[in-house]
């Protein structure tokens, strides 16, 4: 297998930096697409991007904070100009499975006229270990809305082996793989097993969508992850494409993905569940 130079957009965030790792094991030359990186790659100042791609073959996209967001499209058709004017060989895009806003954006890669693979994911496991369920649960009570929603929880690892395979093989070009885990669990049943593994008593409360957006901004949260939010659990949890699960994860790696109680109990053995908020924050 020949060495590339792949750019990883997002390389610190919870997809990016499992496949700037499994990427560089590999032996390929990896940059991380990042503010903090250099050269750097920021969402927000376009200018710069031909250096941030300048000498790269592939790129892997994941857009902050969702392709769903206003602006987003725009930015990944501008994404894309400066891909062929790279003369960029393939992007791969994680997008989110039962979002119709980010399939706006997946058209736009789909049509660049550049080898593609488009990764549609369903919420992740990490949302409670590394992401905004982490507070609830640590707080213990988790108080959520869509409480009867069947979500088909799939976990980054997996999302960052199919990634690195669409990158680095060429037999998945032109494909959309949907991911999943392969079961679905309400918020209650995962709540339920984290409880489980981290031997602590954790409860989950449902609560409409009006509440839970009314309690985010009384803890000041900003308005536009507050939007992101409500859009989250009400046109994606509310669609009903979500709960429906896919096999591509063991068509393209040949084994079964992990299960949301493989993953608590895996993360229950860091420790991380039974830390205060101060020391994670």
Same mark, same amino acid.
């Given at each position: 297998m020949k060495t590339e130079n792949i750019l990883v957009i997002g390389g610190t965030g =919870?997809?990016? !930096?499992?496949?700037?790792?499994? %990427?560089? #094991? $590999?032996?390929?030359?990896?940059?991380?697409?990042?503010?903090?990186?250099?050269?750097?790659?920021d969402w927000h100042q376009p200018e710069d991007w031909p250096t941030a791609f300048e000498g790269m073959d592939k790129v892997y996209i994941t857009y902050q904070p969702d392709l769903a967001v206003?602006? +987003?499209?725009? +930015?990944?058709?501008?994404?894309?100009? *400066?891909?062929? !004017?790279?003369?960029?060989?393939? @992007? &791969?895009? %994680?997008?989110?499975k039962g979002e119709r806003e980010a399939q706006l954006c997946e058209q736009v890669v789909i049509h660049s006229? @550049?080898?593609f693979t488009i990764i549609r994911a369903s919420w992740f496991n990490q949302n409670f270990s590394e992401n905004f369920l982490l507070e609830p649960i640590l707080e213990g009570v988790v108080a959520l809305p869509q409480a009867e929603a069947q979500i088909p929880w799939v976990d980054a690892?997996?999302?960052?082996? &199919? +990634?690195? =395979?669409? /990158? &680095?093989?060429?037999?998945?070009?032109g494909q959309i793989y949907e991911l999943t885990g392969p079961r679905t669990l309400t918020f209650k049943d995962a709540v339920s097993e984290i409880s489980k593994a981290s031997n602590r008593n954790i409860t989950f409360i449902p609560i409409s969508i009006q509440?839970?957006?009314?309690? $985010?901004?009384?803890?000041? &949260?900003p308005?536009?992850?507050?939007? /992101?939010?409500?859009? /989250?659990?009400?046109?994606? /949890?509310?669609?009903?494409? @979500? +709960?429906e699960i896919s096999h591509d994860i063991e068509k393209v790696l040949g084994r079964k993905p992990i299960d949301f109680s493989e993953y608590?109990?895996?993360? #229950? =053995?860091?420790?991380?569940?039974?830390?205060?908020?101060?020391? *994670?924050n």
């Open positions: =919870k997809t990016g !930096r499992r496949i700037v790792t499994q %990427l560089e #094991a $590999m032996g390929h030359q990896v940059r991380v697409g990042s503010r903090s990186n250099s050269p750097s790659f206003p602006g +987003a499209l725009e +930015a990944i058709e501008e994404l894309v100009k *400066v891909s062929r !004017r790279a003369k960029i060989k393939k @992007l &791969v895009l %994680l997008s989110g006229g @550049l080898d690892d997996d999302i960052a082996e &199919v +990634a690195v =395979k669409a /990158l &680095v093989e060429d037999v998945h070009n509440e839970y957006g009314d309690e $985010m901004r009384k803890a000041s &949260v308005e536009d992850f507050v939007w /992101l939010i409500e859009y /989250l659990f009400t046109e994606v /949890l509310g669609n009903p494409e @979500l +709960a608590a109990q895996n993360i #229950a =053995k860091t420790g991380i569940w039974n830390t205060s908020i101060e020391q *994670v």
